[in-house]
């Protein structure tokens, strides 16, 4: 679909309700598929064993299907942005940022590609196993029945690597997607958006296949004043695939098997510079609701990478990253025994391993020959064994959990080979494997007239990813007429991070229709994995920049989190706001970080969506998001300035099934700039206004 499609009006926006923990999400309620015959009734829900009554004891904040939906941009990303703490390692989408870079944390624990934040989807973790990225493209917001996202340290199923939190995808069954949800829209700048989802049941269990198209000539993320002729829209294409299907296997056991493809394409500020993803995900999940109640999953990931890095001043391929293979495995097994006595009891064994390596050319800037070959890669894998149990008694909810993990590095290399293939470095890693124990406890206690009080504190550890273990990497620029290039170098010493943190917080709900959360929260991730500059060499016309991958001493990160949620009959208002005070604890070659900012880290972000809803199944809503101002880089050197967007979102019916959908991305169009290397800036999505239909067939 090519040719421009003006929106002429748009007062309207991302919707809807932002929920607490304990509210129907990423539990079993609100499924409706089940059915009664003349045995025994059988419910299929297609989600996991739901919430524990101590679930709310953790600053949990679950977003519905419906916020999901009407995201401005159709972005997973931007829907998750409705969270107060929610950051990205930069403040681009998927659209327009390097996969490798599409890292997720909460906190303010700090800018860094790989994922703090334990992201799972029905379950199952889905950080990439080389780069610890989350393939955000894939992740439809159609495709989910909700989102539930628990900040601070995790525990539990999967638990190491939830260093700043859990956000729990869970996808939509029967009941909430319909057999048919369709929908094709158009933006200005004649990209195109294709999402179709067919959900059949199966007697008393159903099917679920579905797909999405994105494509697009892309926004120019160089400022005009800094294009060249080689400079170029960050042209896109994205596609992905699910198949799913839940069906029971006894009145209280239900299998669930899940498959995941997808592709992502992008060129990145000059012609060549092309990058992309590729996966294939597949898992089965046997979830047993009787009375011994248990959660068995295991999965597998084929994964893959490449990137194509262009000299910002000859315009030549300098590194071809044309193959980074990779591969994970893993499962679980809880059990959740008929203890009583008002106790809930989990046990649990979960297994993670990880495998892969980069295969990599690097090339002259000035001639475009051959100058090496380079190799990087490992593995590494966790088992964990975790035991957790809430005990509720009248008003009082008590919480605690341990877990003790066995984690282990190995297979670690690193080599370079001539043109010719004689190889000139080789350099083979010791393997590295020890114990870490962590655990979390919490209390809730219910006051009466809506009011609880709760508080909790934590303990938790991530493994560094094999991407920041073994392979290095240069990135490069140009700015007021210099080159300018930045080398990250891999660090095998790295240690593993390890978090601390307390929080405590109370939640509101005087009547229908009204909720208000807030909570104050202190963390000290000790050993934080940061890219630290160790020099700069600035002549008359370059500007080398030389960082490594090491462990500072820490990152404290101090703050006040706090939600909203007011709905009347026609309208609604949802606001979330994170403040945080983050300082680096830094000593030694690192020293010049002491009391800084971590990178990537704003002191403020916010947002608020007000929403109408003047007829059935017509939804107008307005978004204004806020994110204050942040640094680049370690040394605070390149401020990225504060930026406040507007989104929109419309939706009418039209006739029958058929909806009409506007949307409007940046309504005000703002300058987002979302890098700044020495000058060399990036920017996000301009306005974009985007026209289609939707359909949907109960």
């Known amino acids: 679909m090519r040719g421009s499609c003006v929106l002429l009006a748009i007062a309207l926006t991302a919707t809807p309700a932002t929920a ?124 989910l029945g909700s989102v539930r996202v628990t900040r601070g340290g995790g525990s539990g199923a999967f638990g190491a690597g939830a260093v700043a939190g859990t956000i729990e995808l869970t ?86 098997a899940h498959g995941l493809a997808f592709e992502d394409h992008r060129v990145l500020r000059f012609a060549g510079a092309l990058n992309g993803a590729q996966g294939q995900d597949a898992g089965l999940r046997l979830v047993g609701r009787g009375r011994w109640q248990f959660d068995a999953i295991a999965y597998l990931q084929a994964r893959g990478f490449s990137s194509v890095t262009v000299s910002a001043t ?30 809930v009891l989990r046990l649990g064994l979960d297994t993670r391993s ?107 550890f991530r493994q560094p990813t094999l991407n920041e273990l073994y392979r290095p990497f240069t990135v490069t620029a140009a700015s007021n007429g210099k080159s300018v290039s930045t080398a990250t170098l891999a660090n095998d010493g790295l240690a593993n991070e390890r978090l601390h943190g307390v929080e405590a917080g109370l939640d509101w709900t005087p009547a229908p229709g009204i909720a208000l959360a807030l909570t104050a929260f202190a963390d000290r991730l000790d050993d934080a994995i940061a890219n630290v500059t160790l020099s700069t060499v600035t002549t008359a016309t370059t500007v080398t920049i030389t960082r490594q991958r090491r462990n500072v001493d820490a990152i404290r990160a101090r703050g006040i989190e706090a939600t909203a949620h007011l709905a009347r009959r026609l309208w609604s208002l949802d606001g979330s706001l994170a403040w945080t005070d983050a300082k680096v604890r830094a000593t030694g070659a690192a020293a010049a970080l002491d009391g800084l900012r971590p990178a990537q880290v704003p002191r403020l972000a916010a947002s608020a969506t007000f929403g109408l809803h ?54 005000t169009g703002t300058t987002v700039i979302t890098r700044n290397q020495a000058g060399s800036l990036d920017l996000g999505a301009p306005r974009t206004l985007w026209a ?4 949907r067939l109960p």
Do not use: C
Not at 215 to 242: I, K, L
Not at 314 to 334: A, D, H, I, M, V
Not at 642 to 661: H, I, K, Q, S, W
């Open 171 to 256: 996808s939509a069954n029967a009941a909430e997607a319909g057999l048919l949800a369709a929908s094709a829209l158009v933006d200005d700048r004649g990209e195109s958006e294709l999402s179709a989802m067919l959900t059949p049941r199966l007697g008393q269990g159903f099917a679920q296949v579905s797909g999405r198209w994105d494509r697009g000539q892309g926004f120019w993320t160089t400022p005009a004043d800094q294009r060249t002729a080689a400079s170029v829209r960050a042209r896109y294409e994205s596609w992905s695939t699910g198949l799913r299907a839940v069906l029971p296997v006894a009145p209280d056991i239900e299998l669930q």
């Open 314 to 343: 000859t315009f030549r391929p300098t590194l071809n990253q044309y193959r980074t293979p990779s591969t994970g495995w893993g499962g679980k097994l809880e059990l959740r025994p008929p203890v009583g006595g008002g106790h």
């Open 354 to 460: 990880g495998s892969g390596r980069t295969e990599e050319v690097l090339t002259s800037a000035a001639t475009g020959a051959v100058t090496a070959r380079r190799q990087a890669g490992g593995g590494n894998r966790d088992t964990g064994l975790y035991a957790e149990d809430d005990w509720t008694h009248g008003a009082l909810t008590l919480t605690a959990g341990l877990r003790a993990d066995r984690w282990r590095v190995a297979d670690g290399f690193f080599t370079v080979a001539s043109p010719a293939g004689t190889v000139t470095t080789d350099n083979r890693f010791a393997p590295r494997a020890d114990w870490a124990l962590t655990w979390r406890a919490g209390a809730l206690l219910r006051l009466g007239n809506g009011l609880a009080l709760r508080a909790a504190g934590y303990a938790n």
């Open 614 to 667: 003047p007829r059935p199944g017509t939804t107008l809503a307005l978004t204004v998001r806020h994110a204050g101002a942040q640094y680049e880089d370690d040394l605070q050197t390149d401020v990225l300035p504060a930026a406040t967007t507007l989104a929109a979102y419309a939706e009418t019916p039209l006739a029958g099934p058929v909806t009409l959908v506007l949307r409007a991305e940046n309504l």
């Open 20 to 143: 607490r923990a304990g509210d129907s999400g990423a539990g079993d309620g609100g499924a409706g598929d089940g059915g009664a015959g003349d045995g025994p009734v059988i419910v299929v829900t297609g989600h996991g064993l739901g919430d524990t009554p101590a679930t709310p004891a953790y600053d949990v904040q679950t977003l519905p299907r419906e916020t999901l939906a009407t995201a401005a941009s159709g972005r997973i990303e931007d829907a998750l942005a409705n969270v107060a703490g929610f950051q990205q390692f930069r403040r681009s989408d998927s659209r327009s940022s390097n996969p490798s870079a599409q890292g997720a944390t909460l906190r303010a624990l700090g800018g860094n590609a790989a994922s703090r934040t334990l992201v799972l989807l029905d379950g199952v973790p889905l950080a990439d196993p080389f780069f610890g990225y989350l393939p955000f493209s894939a992740l439809a917001p159609e495709r």
């Open 692 to 695: 289609g239909v939707r359909v």
